[in-house]
């Protein structure tokens, strides 16, 4: 049901790499609006790449179920992905500030353009916290949950994107 066609994305900048994937900035062509799509390094329907199926298969269930403020928003999947790229793709939403650990480089870095005060710091620990404990109560653990996987809103608020799940 979350299933589109992604013809209408333009894939623009790398953002993001993992073990298993990478992930870019999309524009939807139709509407203007940027998205994050992950794009898995293995086909889905590779026959001797059973248990990434699994995993793979096992991550769309729990995204287009999971609903959470602090958890980025599922958009849709496409599983022979899309332009010249025949992997699967998962569809999120794009968190415009940035993740957590370029956060952490600029504060450290002293950069004026960023007031990463210890209110911020600790709301954003508590946050985490939060969206753990949400997943965790669904039976969900992130295996890969780190300061780069980890967006920061608008307002400062951390968004966890979700990545291969156990």
Known sequence: ENSFDFNRFKCLNKIGEGPFSDVYI?????????????FFQQ??????????????????????????????????FNSAGFQENPNPVIITEFITKGSLNDLINYSSKGSSKIHYTDTRKL??????????????????????????????????KPIIMIYLMR
């Open 26 to 38: 999309v524009k939807d062509e139709e509407t203007g609006s940027f998205f994050s799509a992950k």
């Open 43 to 76: 086909r889905f329907d590779e026959d001797n790449q059973k248990e990434t199926n699994k995993d793979i298969s096992h991550e769309i269930k729990h995204n287009t179920k999971l609903r959470h403020p602090l958890i980025s928003k599922f958009i849709g």
């Open 123 to 156: 709301f954003n620990i508590y946050s985490i916290a939060v969206a753990m404990s949400f997943l965790h109560s669904h039976s969900i653990i992130h295996s890969h949950l780190n300061p780069n996987n980890i967006f920061i809103d608008d307002k400062f």
